[in-house]
């Protein structure tokens, strides 16, 4: 699996989980935060692709995904960042 098609399959996760998935430009990598009751996962869309793909990763590395179904090569990638 090629590293577009893994941050696809990251930003889907991420949907499942109820987050809000938001690209921006700034002086920041990402990360989850609130406004209001909402939780969003903001994340800089200047960055490598490999590097979205580890912010993801340790976001999602945090989060319960034990009510959806994950792809066995998917969940990998996560775990490593635990």
Excluded: H, Y
């Excluded at 935060?33 to 903001?42: E, F, P, S």
Aim: charged share 25%; with cysteine; net charge neutral.
């Amino acid at each position: 699996m090629g590293n577009a098609e893994l941050l696809s399959k990251l930003e889907e996760i991420v949907g499942q989980l109820g987050l809000e998935l938001r690209w921006d430009e700034g002086d920041f990598t990402g990360g989850i935060c609130r406004l209001g009751d909402r939780k969003i996962l903001v994340m800089n869309r200047s960055l490598p692709t490999f590097e979205k793909i580890r912010i993801l990763c340790q976001n999602l590395s945090q989060a319960d995904l034990s009510k959806i179904f994950v792809l066995p090569a998917i969940r990998e990638q996560i775990v490593r960042f635990l």
